[in-house]
């Protein structure tokens, strides 16, 4: 019920024009106040703070969705951040997360190239472990210089660096991962609906180009690559779970992330060169494919994380630890 009435107000306001036109410095008021009129940021806080109180499974369809839709501010950010704070309030406005917040030597608090850091209100971070909630009206920002992306570096003055408000900082890059994987899983699922639609409509030698076995082989590839990362982003949304397992969220975002340049460039190599087109929608999912992937670390981060715990478990088998550990 509540992915059908968010893909409603996703069709009418997250349109291509308008993901262009917020891109381009634009408000995105009418987009975040559909999504923050009617509730839909207070999913997952808990009952006691008015949210719906609801798991990680149930929200698993809305993250894909979000994703699916090239959504340009940052409502996953905001719904997660809600499960993070637990009875804590949510202040009003755009939340983000930032994984990997650090403090200089001048006391200082910088989080480097997070999601949404140019237009967020607020900035959800661990830090040093704890979970602290800044203010990015008090920041000095610093975008990423890439066309479209909404990254930015934040950096506070010691002054304006509030106390911890938790002790669950570790879960934030977690969460993130998560996040990013699902969107990454949506990005794609658009894409591969685009690709397939062009090949069933252009035609070439008096026939579609999807019917061309060369063409079809590497549509069943994409395809292939496409379900495993769905598959592989569901892992991280557990049922009666409020935040991500770190290892499931791990192998999530390591085998999405893993699909990320496969998929994109054989959806560009079949679109031709309309493709690469700043006035077709291809780029608007492909250039967030690429950011997304290496967002709160790439596949060989995760990996890592993976490996270690493979090689730290007394299973005599990966079978045997995937079933015992991640799923």
């Not at 409020?242 to 992330?257: E, G, I």
Request: aromatic letters at 6%; hydrophobic letters at 50%; proline letters at 4%.
């Amino acid at each position: 019920m509540f992915t059908e009435a968010i893909e409603s107000i996703l069709n009418d306001q997250c349109t291509p024009s308008a993901i262009r036109a917020i891109e381009n410095g634009g408000p995105a008021t009418a987009l975040w106040s559909a999504l923050a009129d009617n509730g839909f940021l207070e999913l997952m806080a808990s009952e006691s703070a008015g949210g719906a109180d609801l798991d990680l499974d149930a929200i698993f369809p809305i993250f894909v969705a979000f994703g699916r839709h090239a959504v340009p501010v940052p409502a996953a950010q905001s719904i997660a951040a809600r499960a993070l704070l637990r009875d804590t309030a949510a202040p009003a406005g755009m939340v983000t997360l930032a994984g990997h917040a650090r403090r200089e030597h001048d006391g200082s608090v910088v989080a480097s190239n997070i999601a949404f850091g140019s237009i967020a209100d607020f900035v959800l971070a661990d830090l040093d472990g704890q979970l602290v909630l800044l203010d990015a009206a008090q920041a000095g920002r610093t975008t990423s210089g890439v066309r479209g992306s909404q990254a930015a570096s934040l950096r506070w003055p010691t002054a304006s660096v509030p106390a911890p408000i938790g002790d669950n900082g570790r879960e934030v890059a977690v969460f993130s991962a998560a996040l990013h994987a699902a969107a990454i899983a949506g990005a794609m699922e658009r894409m591969f609906a685009m690709t397939l639609g062009y090949c069933n409509d252009r035609v070439q030698f008096g026939k579609a180009i999807g019917k061309f076995q060369a063409v079809q082989h590497q549509l069943s590839v994409m395809a292939e690559h496409v379900a495993c990362a769905c598959v592989a982003a569901e892992l991280a949304f557990a049922a009666g779970a409020k935040v991500p397992a770190p290892l499931a969220a791990a192998t999530a975002k390591a085998r999405t992330s893993a699909s990320v340049p496969l998929v994109a460039s054989t959806a560009h190599a079949l679109h031709g060169a309309i493709g690469v087109t700043e006035e077709f929608d291809l780029q608007l999912y492909s250039r967030r494919l690429h950011e997304w992937r290496m967002a709160d670390g790439s596949e060989a981060w995760w990996n890592r994380i993976v490996g270690e715990a493979v090689l730290a478990h007394s299973a005599t088998s990966i079978l045997q630890f995937a079933m015992e550990d991640i799923l």
